[in-house]
């Protein structure tokens, strides 16, 4: 799926110099995604086992989707707890790869617990959206927002990877894994991430006719 990611950042490049700094956060994570994505499968052909890889690009992930929450969102109280929530977010991910999980398996709780935390994020955002007076009294329709599509795209693969995430290593225990019981799970992943990346393409579009 990365290469679809690399053709996403197209339109991201040809207009990042229109692109507000929440977009260009979004941009970040995309090229973070793409780095994810190849450096995830270049280590599995190397090195066989790439969870510590995977594990440690996700909390990437989350710090650059914090910054950018941080951005959208305007309750200051929020954004303060943003960037707080970095640091105890990183000491039990810690916690999770030395002690309750271990470093060559999918850390499924500290996964779980960024992935909730980005859904509540997306949340607020979504409240502040229908409750922001000044959108009504400009008459301007959330739906033609760039952020509320990017918001979108974040929202529907978390939620979609949230359950998987939390019960990976209690389905690991109760069934036997065969060689192409991965599939299903890939199946998961991949299409929550295309649903993204559409929602973030119609996104980049906002923003081309926002300034057209």
Aim: hydrophobic share 55%; with cysteine; glycine share 8%.
């Amino acid at each position: 799926m990365w290469g679809i990611e690399c053709l996403l950042l197209i339109p991201f490049i040809i207009h990042f110099g229109k692109l507000g700094k929440s977009g260009k956060w979004i941009f970040y994570f995309l090229i973070c995604s793409i780095i994810f994505a190849a450096g995830s499968k270049l280590i599995a052909q190397i090195w066989g086992n790439n969870l510590w890889f995977y594990n440690t690009m996700y909390f990437v992930a989350f710090v650059i989707l914090s910054f950018y929450f941080r951005e959208v969102i305007k309750y200051k109280t929020v954004r303060n707890i943003i960037m707080g929530m970095l640091f105890p977010v990183l000491a039990f991910i810690i916690l999770d790869y030395t002690k309750l999980e271990g470093p060559n398996v999918f850390n499924s709780y500290a996964i779980s617990a960024q992935t909730f935390i980005l859904m509540i994020y997306c949340t607020i955002f979504f409240w502040q959206l229908i409750r922001d007076e000044d959108l009504v009294r400009k008459s301007v329709f959330i739906n033609s927002l760039p952020d509320f599509w990017y918001n979108s795209g974040i929202f529907v693969f978390h939620s979609g990877f949230f359950l998987f995430s939390l019960a990976y290593n209690i389905l690991k225990l109760s069934f036997t894994i065969k060689g192409d019981s991965g599939l299903w799970t890939f199946a998961i992943t991949f299409g929550a991430g295309i649903i993204q990346l559409i929602l973030l393409f119609i996104g980049v579009l906002k923003v081309k006719k926002s300034h057209t």
